[in-house]
């Protein structure tokens, strides 16, 4: 769904800009202000650097082009160009993936960079090609999922109780929450805001980063600090667009991916705290899990992991993934 698009004439004129560029239509699941929009715009930023003006891109924030699951199938059938998303709604397209989503797999940003830019994301990217049919040229980065609610403070897995916590429709993420002895709620990214303001839910769980961007601070008081999962963002391109693409395009959307990588990973270095520090002035309270969280990490890595490895193509690609990361095999 690319369109040619009419560039102002003076700069063509001043700066040799070709007068026609190839403007690509960019899906981001959350609202503007996050790490996704900060992500496409080094994206697009990039992309006509690399090349000279002749390809640019258009960020459709807050789901304008459909909620983030669709996304991929659109990408996949060619009728979108580009999405940014959060990883967990690739899973479900991709099981590999899931490596990602596992609970307590990737315990810090740098984890995260190193898995997702070594080869363990290299193969990532080729899994995705040929179950998805979308290619991954981008990886953002969000931080920690914490959880937020709108009743109280949670900082044992006894204080969950009796919360609705909606999840995104991703089996790991259901799993979770069940071993920590709640049945949550399934449901796509775009009817959060609105199931969190009509109390058809009491909470849900993302970074810092997003609730900010969603305005989740309107109807969310409660955030507990919970490091389950860290939120890595990629920026997908649709494979049949891709293959239609001349070698030198390619490298253009591949370059340009790689600076949109490096630019998320600064982002949310500076932004994070500060965001953060935004939240609690708008009223948010933090509440650390107790015991260094030791509770919520014994039940979830003991019951999740296992049920999960045929899902990711077996043990041995959780193995290669702690392997990467310096840590023992399970
Ligand atoms: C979700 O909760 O569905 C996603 O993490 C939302 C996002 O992309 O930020």
């Excluded at 040799?16 to 996050?34: Q, T």
């Amino acid at each position: 769904m690319t369109i040619k698009l009419l560039a102002g004439t003076a700069i063509c004129l001043m700066a040799s800009v070709p007068a026609f560029a190839a403007e690509y239509r960019i899906a981001v699941g959350d609202g503007a202000g996050g790490t996704q929009e900060a992500l496409g715009k080094a994206f697009v930023e990039a992309l006509e650097k690399e090349s000279g003006g002749e390809m640019t891109g258009k960020l459709f924030v807050n789901g304008q082009l459909g909620d983030e699951q669709d996304t991929v199938t659109a990408a996949a059938t060619g009728t979108l160009d580009f999405s940014i998303l959060a990883i967990n709604n690739i899973t479900p397209f991709s099981p590999s993936v899931g490596t990602l989503t596992l609970p307590y797999v990737i315990l810090s940003q740098d984890d995260a960079e190193k898995v997702t830019q070594g080869e363990v994301g290299q193969q990532m990217v080729e899994q995705t090609i040929e179950d998805a049919g979308v290619r991954i040229i981008g990886w953002g980065y969000s931080g920690f999922r914490v959880l937020t609610n709108s009743k109280k403070p949670v900082s044992t897995v006894a204080d969950l109780q009796g919360l609705v916590v909606r999840v995104p429709k991703n089996e790991i993420m259901i799993e979770t929450y069940k071993s920590w002895g709640i049945n949550p709620t399934p449901m796509a990214w775009g009817e959060t805001f609105a199931a969190l303001q009509q109390k058809v839910v009491d909470g849900q769980d993302n970074p810092y980063m997003t609730v900010n961007a969603m305005k989740f601070y309107e109807v969310q008081k409660y955030i507990t600090d919970l490091r389950y999962i860290f939120s890595i963002e990629p920026l997908i391109v649709s494979e049949a667009l891709f293959e239609s693409l001349s070698e030198d395009e390619q490298q253009h959307v591949l370059a340009a991916g790689e600076a949109a990588t490096q630019a998320s990973a600064a982002f949310l270095r500076e932004q994070e705290s500060r965001i953060r520090d935004e939240l609690v002035s708008r009223g948010m309270e933090i509440t650390k899990p107790a015991d260094d969280e030791k509770e919520f990490i014994e039940l979830a890595t003991t019951n999740v992991w296992p049920k999960f490895y045929d899902q990711i193509g077996g043990v041995e690609v959780l193995n290669g993934v702690l392997a990467s990361l310096g840590r023992d095999p399970v």
